[in-house]
C-alpha cells in the first residue's frame, strides 16, 4: 500500500460543477502540498498545509491531521483546470529542512468539458 | 515569485549518450534542490537530493555512478545520465525550496533511441 493515496485516480466533470480530490496518507507528516501537473510535464505548487484550511482563487484546501486527510476543491471548474492533481507530504523526520524530500501521491487526472 | 529553470526542456539522443540536466533557481539560492523522474502515468519519484558544495544523497535503488549529480553553486545543480539508455527514457524533473514551498523547474522529457 503506497504511503499516499489519492482518490479518484480519474475525474471528469463539466465545465462550473464543484470539484473535490481527496488524499489520505498513513505517515505523521510535518506538512502536505497540493501540486499542479500540466500536460507538458510542468509542475506549479498550489498549497502546502500543515492545519486547517487554505484558499486561493477558485482552490480550496482542507486538511485533517488526526484523520491522516486532505482535500483539494474546485469551485466552478474550468477547462483550463483540466491537469494532473499531485497529493505530496513531507514525513516527519525527512530531513533537515521543513521542506523537502516530498513522498508524492499517484496523481488525479482532472478533465473539465466545456 | 521564486523561479526554478531546468534545460532542456526535450531532449531525443542515442544510446550510449551521456546528457546533462541543468536546474537553475533565477531570483534565490538553493543549498539544496531535488530531481525526481517520472515514468508515463506514474508517480513522481526522488532520485536524489543535490547540496550545494558537497556529495548528493541519492535514494536507495538510485546509482550515483549512473546519475552523477553536480551542485557546485547555490543557483545550479545538474543531473547527468551516463551512457544513456532506452530503460532512462523519462521525464525528469528538479525543484528547490524556498519561502516556505517547494518550487519545480518544466521538466526534462529525455528519449534514448
Known amino acids: 500500500k503506497n504511503e499516499v493515496e489519492q482518490s479518484p485516480q480519474n475525474l471528469t466533470a463539466q465545465e462550473g460543477e464543484f470539484i473535490t480530490i481527496n488524499c489520505s496518507y498513513s505517515?505523521?507528516?510535518?506538512?502536505l502540498h497540493w501540486l499542479q501537473q500540466h500536460p507538458g510535464g510542468g509542475i506549479v505548487s498550489l498549497f502546502m498545509l500543515s492545519s486547517g484550511k487554505k484558499k486561493h482563487g477558485r482552490l480550496i484546501a482542507t486538511i485533517n491531521i488526526q484523520e491522516k486527510h486532505s482535500s483539494l476543491h474546485i469551485t466552478a471548474s474550468h477547462p483550463r483546470d483540466s491537469a494532473v492533481y499531485i497529493c505530496?507530504?513531507?514525513?516527519?523526520?525527512?530531513?533537515?529542512?521543513?521542506?523537502?524530500?516530498?513522498?508524492f501521491g499517484q496523481g488525479t487526472i482532472l478533465t473539465v468539458h466545456p | 515569485g521564486a523561479v526554478v529553470s531546468q534545460h532542456p526542456s526535450w531532449v531525443i539522443c542515442k544510446s550510449g549518450t551521456s546528457v546533462k540536466i541543468e536546474c537553475r533557481s533565477l531570483?534565490?539560492?538553493?543549498?539544496?534542490m531535488f530531481w525526481y523522474r517520472q515514468f508515463p502515468k506514474q508517480s513522481l519519484m526522488l532520485m536524489a537530493t543535490?547540496?550545494?558544495?558537497?556529495?548528493?544523497?541519492?535514494e536507495q535503488g538510485v546509482e550515483k555512478d549512473k546519475f552523477l549529480i553536480n551542485h557546485a553553486s547555490l543557483t545550479l545543480s545538474t543531473l547527468t545520465v551516463t551512457s544513456a539508455h532506452p530503460e532512462d527514457s523519462s521525464f525528469y524533473i528538479c525543484s528547490a525550496p524556498w519561502g516556505g514551498s517547494q518550487h519545480f523547474g518544466d521538466g526534462t522529457r529525455l528519449s534514448i533511441l
Open positions: 543535490s547540496n550545494e558544495g558537497s556529495k548528493a544523497t541519492y
Open positions: 505530496a507530504v513531507l514525513p516527519l523526520g525527512a530531513g533537515g529542512t521543513s521542506y523537502g524530500k516530498l513522498t
Open positions: 505517515v505523521g507528516i510535518s506538512a
Open positions: 531570483d534565490f539560492q538553493a543549498t539544496t
